[in-house]
């Protein structure tokens, strides 16, 4: 089994910072892409950025220059820096991983945390 625990959500003036995590653990043999997703209230879940293992990084526009992420491969953890974040942030944030496990067969599993509350108001 494979776990996903994320961290790091609350309450953030507009203009402020917020830094999530998400570690993976469990029977990991290794893993790919990791990613943060987003999904407000009465909204669909929407990529918000993605890393590869080697450090490539792909952002939705709407946070490019804002959000920062990046990995600890070593601790199989993926962080979200939030900057000058706004009021169209607030979200419950998502933590993805696509993991193939150490089973003899080495399967592949795409895996999500539990979600974290972002909420951005003054």
């Known amino acids: 089994q494979v776990q996903l625990v994320e961290s790091g959500g609350g309450l953030v003036q507009p203009g402020g910072s917020l830094r999530l995590s998400c570690a993976a653990s469990?029977?990991?043999?290794?893993?790919?892409?990791m990613g943060w997703y987003r999904q407000a209230p009465g909204e669909q879940r929407e990529l918000v950025a993605a890393i590869t293992p080697g450090g490539s990084t792909n952002y939705a526009d709407s946070v490019k220059g804002r959000f920062t992420i990046s990995r600890d491969n070593a601790k199989n953890t993926v962080y979200l820096q939030m900057n000058s974040v706004k009021p169209e942030d607030t979200a419950a944030y998502y933590c993805?991983?696509?993991?193939?496990?150490?089973?003899?067969?080495?399967?592949?599993?795409?895996?999500w945390g539990q979600g974290t509350l972002v909420t951005v108001s003054s």
């Open positions: 993805n991983a696509e993991i193939t496990d150490d089973s003899p067969w080495h399967r592949y599993l795409e895996a």
């Open positions: 469990g029977s990991i043999f290794s893993i790919n892409v």
